[in-house]
């Protein structure tokens, strides 16, 4: 019964809640009046004619005091030391006044000490009031949120409180408790009548409490260390959320709003290094900047990232309109803007067009990011991918050398090095070109850079793994034992402009990417960091199964980053320069020729055996794949 009136109560409208809360307080009001009589003469008192209307009408002073004191918009379910002292103020603002009017008044009868007594008693009674609707609605066993969610916050420190702050005021949370890793077992203390627990109790705590969710408070921790939290709490089944960064979060209080599902970035461990902000400068501040492939993953945080650096012109060159557009309206969406931006709809392949905006536009500066990546859509559409990755290269980097372009950098993959699939040995013939350019006589700085797989990027793991825990399931993982390397796409992009200023010509980087993930333990992680259980042999009552669907066509177990051991440091401990074998122009010429010839002839046989012979440590690991081959055959 009692937990259905406090349901109900609850479900009220705020108005209405008001509205009870006045005429509680207002019969409060009057029998601490009489009370207060009663106490001084020593005996009840019941009012005569003159006291009546001295005593009945004492709300009509004291509750205009109480809501210009804001007493009723306080939440009762969060009550804290500033509302007290609210409520002490107005407290003592009525018996004032009330006094002043019954002297004013003449009104006989009444002992000066009932003004003291009534100050005393109304402070008591409107104070526990209070704290006991407090006590009733947050702690006490009555009432269990039956509506809500309940969630433990991970740290107990100002933007913890702060957090806390603003789920007393939710109608979607309850705050259980506060864990702090700097707590043993000796007790517990409270943060605004809220527990504080230690690490060791949360699983007691989530197990005994029906616990939907963990928030992490603690933006200005590490990532690595937010990580191994994360590990910890993955183990627990529960869905874990966080707070941005500090930066984010410095100019106001926090809010629900402000809490993110966890960045898969944190279960990388790995921090960001702070760039060289003269290393970025130096190819684009003041300079004319094109971009290839200007809407795709990286292409576009290029843009972003170039456009920070105050380039003279930025020239978009992308052969998808949707993407091209979708990118020129973001950039143009930046305030104060001074930069000319123009978007140029074209392929790679088009030496005349390439030749036209190179002269158009006295490009100094590109950043060749067009290409197809898709390794399984590659391998279906070897053509297609050869023509654009290589060949489209090829195009490029002559008009460029024809139009005195000064610096030209290369976005490459680690899939270039010892390729399986026709996509990585596309892309190991495009360095092959650039390499070989840079030992004739130019004046284009051609330099490339290789990285493995980045974060959120169009195709890769992540989000296919986001989209498949939010269906239900199944995640679907090619081999148990694949893995592969990971970065951040605003860490690559930096990585790149920085590693194309060191630049000597011909200049293979290769990116730090940390330690290589195991793909099917990042599938666990993102199934379990959702609140979920993996469903299999040892779980049946779980909720998300991993299925292995195997290795796709051109798809290997482990990626690398070198052909050879050759490397040394550059002025970023995150760039590596390698040292690689390359071939001289006039022998990768006619064979890049016949390479075409083949190409434009739809001769899948002769393009494969030259695409081993230009990449000798080609070993690919199925048949022709084509689907125009297949159709032929």
Known sequence: MAKTLLT????????IKQLILIFID?????????????IRLGYWVWPNEDLFFVIFGAPIIAIPVFLSFRLYLSVIRYIGVKTFISIAQAVTLYAVIWGLF?????VEGIPRSVILINWMLTLIIIGSSRIFAQSLFTRNNLFKNYNKSNVIIYGSGASGRQLSHALQLSEEYHHLAFIDDSLDNKGKTYINNIPVFSYKEINFLIENNNVTEVLLAMPSISRKKKNEIIDKLNKLSVHVRSLPSVSKIAEGKVKIDDLLEIDIRDLLG??????NQNLLKINITGKVILVTGAGGSIGSELCRQVILLKPNKLILFEISEPALYQIEQELLKIKDLKIEIFSVLGSVRDKVRLNKVFNRFSVQTIYHAAAYKHVPLVEFNQTEGILNNAIGTWSIAEAAIK??????????????????NVMGASKRIAELILQAFSKNENNTCFSMVRFGNVLDSSGSVIPTFKRQIKEGGPVTVTDKNIVRYFMTIPEAVEL????????????????????????????VKMIQLSGLKVLNEENPEGDIEIQFTGLRPGEKLYEELLVGGNVSPTDNKLIMSAQEEMIEWEILEPMLYKLLDSLLKSDHEMSRDLLIKI?????????IKDLLYNSEN
């Open 8 to 15: 109900k109560l609850t479900d009220l409208d705020r108005k």
């Open 26 to 38: 207002s019969f409060l009001i009057i029998l601490v009046l009489l009370s207060a009589f009663s």
């Open 102 to 106: 019954t002297y004013m008044a003449s």
């Open 270 to 275: 790995r921090d960001s290094v702070r760039p």
């Open 403 to 420: 139009n005195h372009v000064e610096t030209f950098v290369l976005i490459s993959t680690d899939k270039a090095v010892r390729p399986t």
């Open 496 to 523: 790149v402009i920085q590693a194309g200023s060191m630049g000597n010509g011909g200049d293979v980087f290769v990116l730090d990417m940390g330690e290589p993930v195991l793909i099917y333990d990042l599938a």
């Open 615 to 623: 990449v000798p440590e080609f070993k690919p690991d199925s048949e």
